[in-house]
């Protein structure tokens, strides 16, 4: 009878808890983990602009507010391949990812200025819908956008001033820029509306950076 007393309150316990986090993906041969779990300020990350990036549970990342960005502190990097997963909670949901802005920002829209943002944007104009790369080129293709709630895996692939953008293993974007080669990442907190969570923040360099 204690027994089954003792199980109950366990099974009650258990219960009550709150639902366990998707795990992290594994990191791939050859890439570098980014950001994992805790928090991404005392990682190397640091927040510009209103709203924030903060860890939501284990691994994954929650924006709030904006627009902002999270960006890399810790080292600029020059060729690489950067992979991100991201989920959307609502369809429009606005955000991005920041590569090569060479200066550390005083403010957002510096990587904007000097870097390149590529779009998230499910259901925008193809200028501005993900996969493009913002204010300079739209996506060559409709994105292969996972159902709203599900992980998507952003791939960009910079070598020289080529860029190539995929999404959950498919090539949606090619882009030759014209700035800098060697600049910092970041995500973007766009607004209260685009909630957006990441996790597996992971990156490849074609050196010994």
């Known amino acids: 009878m204690l027994t089954h007393v003792f199980v109950s309150v366990i099974a009650l316990a258990f219960a009550d808890s709150p639902a366990p986090s998707l795990p992290a993906a594994a990191i791939e041969p050859g890439f570098k983990s980014l950001y994992q779990k805790g928090n991404p300020l005392e990682q190397g990350w640091k927040q510009v602009g209103p709203g924030r990036i903060v860890e939501e549970s284990d691994g994954v990342l929650i924006t709030s507010g904006g627009m902002g960005m999270l960006w890399y502190a810790t080292s600029p990097f020059a060729d690489f391949t950067l992979r991100v997963d991201y989920k959307l909670t609502k369809a429009g949901n606005n955000s991005g990812v920041f590569v090569r802005f060479p200066d550390p920002p005083k403010d957002p829209w ?16 193809p200028e501005h819908r993900t996969g493009a790369v913002y204010s300079f080129k739209a ?8 159902t709203v709630g599900e992980w998507n895996t952003y791939e960009i692939a910079v070598k020289g001033q080529d860029y190539t953008i995929s999404l959950n293993g498919e090539v949606i974007n090619h882009y030759v820029g014209s700035r800098g080669k060697t600049g910092y990442i970041g995500i973007q907190n766009h607004d209260d509306d685009s909630i957006v969570r990441f996790r597996n923040v992971r990156i490849k360099t074609d050196s010994k950076e």
């Open 110 to 125: 510096d990587a904007v200025k000097t870097g390149y943002e590529i779009q998230i944007c499910d259901g925008a104009d």
């Open 139 to 146: 996506a060559e293709k409709a994105p292969p956008l996972r």
